[in-house]
């Protein structure tokens, strides 16, 4: 594509316009800010300068983001990243995009947990941005991820790299035993899995259930705590006496998901809310060994 040159304020009456049925206006002006940022423009400069024309190059750039986000590219896979927990983590088609609500589950693994060398396990790690960000607040921490996709594992092995923190990045899956690490004790077990039924996907927005991968959102209906129970199992073995298992949940989920692991004698079973007031999180104690007198 080589197109002539058009100034910025034409360029925002085009995303509007062609983007008015799939995006809210608030939700429009977002993304072109995202992607103008990446061009170097801030948003103070784009309203200073709606009358200037931008370079063919940019010009072609924003004409061709414009055509993926209206064939429903996540923004975060036009960029080539996202912010999460203030680090920038690369994502590309494949792989799953970090949200928000997840940085809450690392900052309250961050709360509960001091700076002293401990040992933890993420579970499905994905772009490795839980292992990542824990890593980065708790240096002291020897921290492995774990997940069944080779291209996930690129991804968190390339962003670990970029951004000099060192994971242990595991081939394996959380529903298969015999790939789980030979060995190890964990003091603290995350895990963002699959948790959305499959009779849910018809209420999702198109880039999210066209772009990303089902494999990494998904769950069969008659089984919703598929991966929860494998964790269980996983817990129930590897973390020592004390130890915590955090779980990223389904709000709906939150008293079968509470009552497997009260069933199974985890201690402190404890829900919690994410910012939008729902249940979004659990964490369960593995029981202290008990003291023979």
């Known amino acids: 594509m080589n197109v002539k040159p058009v100034t910025i304020s034409a360029l925002i009456s085009r995303f509007r316009e062609e983007l008015g049925e799939l995006y809210p206006e608030r939700e429009i002006r977002n993304l072109f800010h995202l992607l103008m940022e990446q061009l170097n423009y801030k948003k103070t400069e784009i309203y200073l300068n709606l ?4 370079k063919s190059s940019e010009t072609d750039w924003m004409l061709d983001a414009l055509e993926r986000l209206k064939n429903h590219v996540p923004v975060q896979y036009i960029l080539g990243h996202t912010w999460f927990c203030g680090l920038k983590i690369g994502v590309q088609s494949g792989v799953l995009i970090p949200r928000s609500e997840t940085e809450e589950l690392v900052q309250w693994i961050v709360k509960e947990n001091d700076s002293r060398p401990r040992r933890m396990i993420d579970m499905g790690c994905g772009s490795g941005c839980i292992a990542l960000a824990v890593k ?9 991820g774990l997940d069944a996709d ?20 595991i081939r394996g899956d959380i529903l298969d035993p015999s790939s789980w690490p030979a060995v190890g004790q964990y003091d603290v077990v995350v895990s963002n899995p699959p948790y959305i039924p499959e009779k849910e996907m018809s209420s999702l927005a198109p880039h999210v259930v066209r772009a ?3 494999r990494a959102l998904f769950v069969p209906d008659h089984d919703p705590l598929l991966f929860y129970r494998a964790l269980e199992e996983f817990g129930s073995s590897r973390i020592i006496p004390g130890g915590a298992l955090y779980v990223e949940m389904h709000e709906r989920m939150m008293d079968p998901l509470a009552g497997l692991f009260s069933e ?8 919690a809310r994410d910012i939008h007031g729902k249940w979004r999180m659990l964490r369960a104690l593995r029981p202290p060994k008990s003291v023979s007198l």
């Open 212 to 214: 990303e991968p089902g």
């Open 150 to 169: 080779e291209m996930a594992l690129a991804s968190a092995r390339k962003n670990g790299k970029e951004l000099q923190l060192e994971v242990e990045w």
């Open 51 to 54: 009358s200037a024309n931008l």
């Open 136 to 144: 980065k607040q708790r240096p002291a921490w020897k921290i492995a």
């Open 264 to 271: 199974k004698g985890w201690e402190q079973v404890t829900p």
